[in-house]
């Protein structure tokens, strides 16, 4: 592999990186960011975690495929900028 073409790789894997840390591939009711938020500057991650698991499974309905693993991941990136 040429060196332009590593650096080419290597570009397209940070804007992929880059394109997941800034997109949510579900749309979260804003109180609900704010609630684990504020709870995030209280508690730890560990602590929010399990409450955003809590919340996925109890409160949200699963379309086209979706996982409650997906959802868990999308809000707790959201609630921590990941």
């Known amino acids: 592999?040429?060196?332009?073409e590593?650096?080419?790789t290597l570009w397209c894997l940070l804007l992929t990186k880059l394109n997941k840390m800034?997109?949510?591939?579900?749309h979260w009711?804003?109180?609900t960011?704010?609630?684990?938020?504020?709870?995030?500057?209280?508690f730890?991650?560990?602590?929010v975690l399990n409450n955003i698991t809590t919340?996925?499974?109890?409160?949200c309905d699963l379309e086209n495929?979706?996982?409650?693993?997906d959802l868990i991941e999308d809000l707790t990136n959201q609630i921590y900028n990941v």
């Open 1 to 4: 592999m040429s060196s332009e």
């Open 6 to 8: 590593r650096n080419t």
């Open 22 to 26: 800034t997109t949510s591939k579900f």
């Open 29 to 31: 009711n804003q109180e």
């Open 33 to 42: 960011i704010n609630h684990f938020k504020l709870e995030s500057k209280s």
């Open 44 to 47: 730890s991650k560990k602590f």
């Open 55 to 59: 919340f996925v499974h109890n409160d």
């Open 65 to 69: 495929g979706e996982t409650l693993e």
